[in-house]
């Protein structure tokens, strides 16, 4: 079946502007999570959706950054006010169930921020 | 809560050569531990995972990992490196059963293989 997908693949934007990323995750799956991966760095926590819970957002770093998670599939991340600070690839994976079963990444989004 | 340490940033070895690639785990709880590999310009790929069966796990394209709690490790290794290897290889942790389940992933290490 079909992998986790995220769109656009590369968003190039200016300072100040704001941007949506976008998460379709495997069917079925009821966790999904973002992170962040900044050049050369290992994976950011941002947040994790589990089923119809209250989403974690310990790792949003920002009140510029939120993310809905609608019907329980499709997830957008957003940014406002974009810094250069938040050039990186931003990934997206899913799970069939929560914490201890293995993550699906989709390929990422990589942002730049002129 | 748990965390995971990855020594060694960046590791080279010759084609033909033993890969060691170190993960060290702390977790309140026996852990579940995952391996994973990042090509260039790729997502996450699961190499292999513990999940409190056999201590010594085998994964894809030839690689393995033992889980030692005496010395909380999880070590992945891979007899013979092959150029198609060269990638970035994250350790991550879980702990099953609490209610903090997020998935904590290491640093990271960048594995170069030299011809």
């Known amino acids: 079946g079909a992998g986790v997908s995220q769109s656009p693949s590369n968003k190039v934007t200016e300072k100040g502007k704001d941007v949506e990323l976008r998460c379709d995750p495997i069917s079925g799956h009821t966790a999904l999570y973002w992170y962040r991966q900044s050049l050369g760095q290992g994976l950011e926590f941002l947040i994790y959706f589990q089923g119809n819970s209250a989403p974690d957002k310990s790792g949003l770093p920002s009140d510029r950054f939120s993310a809905e998670r609608t019907g329980g599939s499709v997830s957008t991340l957003t940014i406002q006010r974009t810094q250069q600070e938040d050039s990186a690839v931003y990934l997206c994976?899913?799970?069939?169930?929560?914490?201890?079963?293995?993550?699906?990444f989709g390929p990422g989004t990589r942002l730049t921020v002129l | 809560a748990q965390s995971v340490t990855q020594l060694g940033s960046h590791v080279s070895v010759s084609e033909g050569a033993l890969v060691l690639l170190r993960c060290n785990y702390s977790s309140s709880v026996p852990p579940y531990l995952f391996w994973y590999v990042q090509y260039p310009n790729q997502g996450l790929q699961l190499l292999l995972k513990?999940?409190?069966?056999?201590?010594l796990v085998k994964g894809i394209n030839g690689f393995e990992a033992e889980f030692k709690k005496s010395e909380t490790s999880f070590h992945l290794t891979k007899p013979s490196a092959h150029m198609s290897d060269a990638a970035e290889y994250f350790c991550?942790?879980?702990?099953?059963?609490?209610?903090?389940?997020?998935?904590?992933f290491g640093p990271g290490t960048s594995l170069s293989v030299i011809p």
């Open positions: 513990y999940t409190s069966a056999a201590t």
């Open positions: 994976a899913s799970s069939p169930r929560w914490g201890y079963n293995e993550q699906f």
């Open positions: 991550a942790v879980s702990a099953p059963g609490t209610s903090y389940d997020k998935v904590i």
